[in-house]
């Protein structure tokens, strides 16, 4: 049987210095092979080497979504982070605004008293020159300058002064044009002035406006980027963990079905036996390999390597092959047919190995050892499987 192949594909990307959470989106694709290994028997259950490759695709759905899985939490992490800084970054933009209407309100102020500086300066302005335009059309001491001065800009007069204080009045009243002049003057520099610190509020205001805003929006950018990335790593960890659960429930299948092909196989083969050799076949051609117990042993124990295991294996295939045919390489089961040192059933399909099986236990050896490859995976999981059995059979 064959497990069959699942591909997904997902969009994954690395994270980097800025949490590189925008960053997501390269390809991940968990290939799980097909299994085209061919039992070494012609039974209708799954040879071991199909089990094993089942469990080893399931192990491999496992291990790809466990990084998805870590690479989630890191993400969790990272969003977390974001969501942090967005808040921090709404905190720093509550406070930039707090400044921000602070300044605007310096700045309205600014702007009243720079308006009430320019009106006081206007009126000045006006006031010195009507003063000015009356003393000019008075030629120093006409009626009308007069009148201006007993309105509060000098002294009142009567037509007993004589010249000098007519001259005192126009001084007092030039003093005071004067005065007027610098006051407007002051009040203008006032305006100048206060018009300076309000363009460098507005330039202030402004800075600290659009420094806000783009934090703000730089946070909400971060934390979406992260949300998105969760999210989508999240969806393709759950495909990856339904895809590791199916393999998982198909390699369980396999074993089991091969679990129970084996024993009805071998109930059918032993159950009249309890499996074993009870007799020798006496043939006509003398042995040409693993003629003796003691030699068919070494040559097994020569060859362990080939089939992937070590020494510690040699100890369970002798008490193995010591209860199926003593090592005996013309070994007969007279009730169910089985023949060999391994106890072929039927004893045809060790030609598989060799054309001398009948009379060579090397190549009765090399079968055997093959069909416990096959089966069980190593001699002593073989052997555990005889010992568990009543009557005996592997």
């Given at each position: 049987m064959?497990?069959r192949?699942i591909?997904?594909?997902?969009?994954?990307?690395?994270?980097?210095?800025?949490?590189?959470?925008?960053a997501?989106?390269a390809?991940?694709?968990?290939?799980i092979?097909?299994?085209?290994a061919?039992?070494?028997h012609?039974d209708?259950y799954?040879?071991?080497?199909?089990?094993?490759a089942?469990q080893?695709?399931?192990?491999?759905?496992q291990?790809?979504y466990?990084k998805i899985?870590g690479?989630?939490?890191?993400?969790?992490?990272?969003?977390q982070?974001?969501?942090?800084?967005?808040?921090?970054k709404?905190f720093?933009?509550?406070?930039a605004?707090t400044?921000?209407?602070?300044?605007?309100a310096?700045l309205?102020s600014i702007?009243?008293?720079?308006t009430?500086a320019?009106?006081?300066?206007?009126?000045?302005?006006?006031?010195y020159?009507?003063?000015?335009?009356?003393?000019?059309?008075?030629?120093?001491?006409?009626?009308?300058?007069?009148l201006?001065l007993?309105n509060?800009?000098?002294?009142?007069?009567d037509?007993?002064?004589?010249?000098?204080?007519?001259?005192?009045?126009?001084?007092?009243?030039?003093?005071?044009?004067?005065q007027?002049?610098?006051y407007?003057?002051?009040k203008?520099?006032?305006?100048?002035?206060?018009?300076?610190?309000?363009?460098?509020?507005?330039?202030?205001?402004?800075s600290?406006?659009?420094d806000?805003?783009?934090?703000y929006?730089?946070?909400?950018?971060?934390k979406?980027?992260?949300?998105?990335?969760?999210a989508?790593q999240?969806?393709q960890?759950?495909?990856l963990?339904?895809?590791?659960a199916?393999?998982?429930?198909q390699?369980?299948?396999?074993?089991?079905q091969?679990?129970?092909?084996?024993?009805?196989d071998?109930?059918?083969?032993?159950?009249?036996?309890?499996?074993?050799?009870?007799?020798?076949v006496d043939?006509?051609?003398?042995?040409t390999?693993?003629?003796?117990p003691?030699?068919?042993?070494?040559?097994?124990?020569s060859?362990?390597?080939?089939?992937?295991?070590?020494?510690?294996?040699?100890?369970?295939l002798?008490?193995?092959?010591?209860?199926?045919?003593?090592w005996r390489?013309?070994?007969y089961?007279?009730?169910s047919?089985?023949?060999?040192?391994?106890?072929s059933?039927?004893?045809s399909?060790?030609?598989s190995?060799?054309?001398?099986?009948?009379?060579?236990?090397n190549?009765?050896?090399?079968?055997?050892?093959?069909?416990?490859s096959g089966?069980y995976?190593?001699?002593?999981?073989?052997?555990?499987?005889?010992?568990?059995?009543?009557?005996?059979?592997?």
């Amino acid at each position: 049987m064959a497990v069959r192949t699942i591909r997904t594909e997902t969009d994954r990307r690395r994270v980097g210095a800025r949490v590189r959470l925008a960053a997501l989106g390269a390809a991940v694709a968990v290939a799980i092979p097909l299994v085209t290994a061919l039992p070494a028997h012609a039974d209708d259950y799954p040879s071991w080497a199909e089990v094993q490759a089942a469990q080893a695709n399931a192990a491999a759905a496992q291990a790809e979504y466990n990084k998805i899985a870590g690479l989630i939490v890191q993400l969790q992490q990272q969003a977390q982070a974001a969501a942090a800084d967005e808040l921090k970054k709404e905190f720093e933009y509550t406070v930039a605004k707090t400044a921000l209407d602070t300044q605007t309100a310096k700045l309205d102020s600014i702007n009243q008293q720079a308006t009430a500086a320019q009106q006081t300066a206007t009126q000045a302005k006006t006031q010195y020159g009507k003063l000015a335009s009356q003393l000019y059309i008075s030629g120093g001491g006409s009626l009308t300058a007069k009148l201006l001065l007993g309105n509060g800009v000098g002294k009142p007069t009567d037509g007993n002064d004589n010249l000098l204080d007519q001259l005192g009045a126009m001084s007092q009243l030039t003093d005071h044009m004067s005065q007027l002049q610098n006051y407007a003057k002051q009040k203008q520099n006032v305006v100048t002035s206060l018009q300076t610190q309000a363009k460098q509020a507005e330039d202030i205001r402004t800075s600290l406006e659009q420094d806000a805003d783009a934090k703000y929006k730089a946070a909400q950018a971060a934390k979406a980027a992260a949300d998105a990335v969760l999210a989508a790593q999240e969806q393709q960890g759950a495909v990856l963990q339904a895809q590791a659960a199916t393999l998982n429930a198909q390699a369980a299948a396999l074993a089991q079905q091969r679990a129970a092909g084996i024993q009805r196989d071998q109930q059918n083969q032993n159950a009249s036996t309890g499996g074993g050799s009870d007799s020798n076949v006496d043939l006509s051609a003398s042995c040409t390999g693993g003629c003796s117990p003691g030699a068919a042993q070494s040559y097994a124990s020569s060859i362990l390597g080939s089939y992937g295991w070590g020494q510690d294996q040699m100890g369970c295939l002798t008490s193995l092959w010591n209860m199926e045919s003593g090592w005996r390489w013309n070994a007969y089961n007279s009730s169910s047919g089985a023949y060999g040192i391994p106890q072929s059933l039927p004893a045809s399909k060790m030609s598989s190995s060799g054309g001398d099986w009948m009379t060579n236990g090397n190549t009765q050896i090399r079968w055997g050892l093959s069909y416990i490859s096959g089966r069980y995976g190593t001699p002593c999981a073989a052997y555990d499987h005889e010992m568990s059995q009543n009557p005996h059979w592997y």
